[in-house]
């Protein structure tokens, strides 16, 4: 069974910066694509970046040029630096894992999720 946890969450000031962490555990997930997905309060999930297993990227149009996602195999955890923050980043981040090699931006594309860690950006 995998178990995905997220990490390095927290309150931060408009146009700052933060880390997003995602350690899986259960199985080698390299080869597998990982994402990133959000949940800003009353609002349904939503995409927000991921990364196949050759490392190309997808990214919503509204963090292009600010977040980054990468992953780091050897450690099997996958990363979301998140810089310039707006207010409207506001949310619960989860990460998030597929079966797949080349999955999208749909929610139920993905097989194993994280239980979510809160990024908050004050005005």
């Known amino acids: 069974q995998v178990q995905l946890v997220e990490s390095g969450g927290g309150l931060v000031q408009a146009g700052g910066s933060l880390r997003l962490s995602c350690a899986a555990s259960?199985?080698?997930?390299?080869?597998?694509?990982m994402a990133w997905f959000r949940q800003p309060p009353g609002e349904e999930r939503e995409f927000v970046a991921n990364i196949w297993w050759l490392d190309s990227t997808i990214y919503t149009d509204s963090v292009k040029g600010r977040f980054t996602i990468s992953r780091d195999n050897a450690k099997n955890t996958v990363y979301l630096q998140m810089n310039t923050l707006k207010p409207e980043d506001t949310a619960i981040y989860y990460c998030a894992a597929s079966r797949s090699r080349y999955s999208g931006i749909a929610v139920n594309e993905y097989d194993y999720w994280g239980q979510g860690t809160q990024v908050t950006v004050s005005s």
């Open positions: 259960g199985r080698t997930l390299s080869t597998n694509t």
